[in-house]
């Protein structure tokens, strides 16, 4: 079956320690997104990318990084200077092409906690 | 001003009665409209999408759009205790879709 996979689905960083996501897709879509969630908040776009080895800035970038070496993968790494990163991580992919905006599908999340 | 506003409820409703979330948007050139529905601790699962202005109806759901207003609402009809959730307003104005904080229905049986 087509979908998202995200692991792992529960994580803990120390002080300090940069963490990496893991998102895969087989769903052959074009474009891929990393969103945060806080509690009772919405979700905010870190990072996405619309093509292999492209990728742009969302609303809250900064302590984070990505790749898209592969269309299957885009990996996210929380680094040390990602001052507050106790969260709920989705990812998500969908086609890139307006004629077939119909959303996207999303991962199963990953919840990092600080420890 | 917040991108796409929502009311954070929660709202709530009698089993079998119509449940009404609503959603404003700021951004005039969006050009698609989603609404998800997230049960607590999961990741958002994709309920109605509607372009064009008017009423979209996909079984117990409708989405309604309003592009002169800048309204988007979604109807749930004969509503269940299983739609006790948060919904999700996104709009995609080109570049990502842009999520409003989330409506929490509760159903009350």
Not at chain 2, 9 to 21: M, Q, T
Request: hydrophobic share 30%; net charge neutral.
């Amino acid at each position: 079956d087509g979908g998202i996979t995200q692991s792992p689905k529960y994580l803990f960083r120390k002080e300090g320690q940069n963490v990496t996501l893991s998102c895969e897709q087989n769903l052959n879509h074009d474009a891929m997104y990393w969103y945060r969630q806080d509690p009772g908040q919405g979700l905010r776009l870190i990072y996405y990318s619309q093509i292999v080895n492209d990728f742009q800035k969302g609303d809250i970038a900064e302590g984070y990084s990505v790749s898209r070496e592969k269309k299957e993968s885009f990996p996210l790494t929380v680094t040390s200077a990602q001052k507050n990163p106790t969260a709920f991580y989705l990812c998500a992919s969908s086609h890139h092409d307006a004629r077939e905006d119909y959303g996207y599908t999303f991962g199963s999340g990953t919840r990092l906690t600080v420890v | 001003q917040k991108e796409v506003e929502q009311n954070s409820g929660p709202l709530s409703v009698p089993e079998g009665a119509i449940a009404s979330l609503n959603c404003t948007y700021s951004d005039r050139g969006s050009q698609s409209f989603f609404w998800y529905r997230q049960y607590s601790g999961k990741s958002p699962e994709l309920i109605m999408f509607i372009y064009s202005n008017g009423d979209k109806e996909d079984g117990r759901f409708t989405a309604q759009l309003n592009k002169a207003s800048q309204y988007v609402s979604l109807l749930i009809r004969d509503s269940q205790p299983s739609d006790s959730a948060t919904y999700l307003c996104a709009v995609n104005a080109g570049r990502a879709l842009t999520f409003g904080s989330g409506t929490r229905l509760q159903v009350q049986p």
